[in-house]
Nanobody, 122 residues
């Protein structure tokens, strides 16, 4: 059974930084596109960033470009989201997700983590 476990969330002041991690259990992690999504209270879940299985290609939501960086370490089965210059509107539960060898605007993710809370105070 595939498990994705997020960590690194917390409370931070506006302008601060956090680094989220997502540890994956599947042996074929290197063949999965990994994504980060967030969901604020009362809102739908939204795409934040994605990284291809090789790590060569990344994609970001316009709202986080230049502030967030997604990366992966296939040797550690882990994907990261470095979040800098955080804003109160970044407050949400952040989820990581895995998609088998898929890339593009309509990627369907096969597995999801339980999420980690990020709260940015003004």
């Amino acid at each position: 059974q595939v498990q994705l476990v997020e960590s690194g969330g917390g409370l931070v002041q506006a302008g601060g930084s956090l680094r989220l991690s997502c540890a994956a259990s599947m042996r074929t992690f290197r063949l999965y596109t990994m994504g980060w999504f967030h969901q604020a209270p009362g809102k739908e879940r939204e795409f934040v960033a994605a990284i291809s299985w090789s790590g060569a290609t990344t994609d970001y939501a316009d709202s986080v470009k230049g502030r967030f960086t997604i990366s992966r370490d296939n040797a550690k089965n882990t994907v990261y989201l470095q979040m800098n210059s955080l804003k109160p509107e970044d407050t949400a539960v952040y989820y990581c997700a895995a998609a088998w060898r898929s890339w593009g605007t309509d990627v369907e993710y096969d597995y999801w983590g339980q999420g980690t809370q990020v709260t940015v105070s003004s």
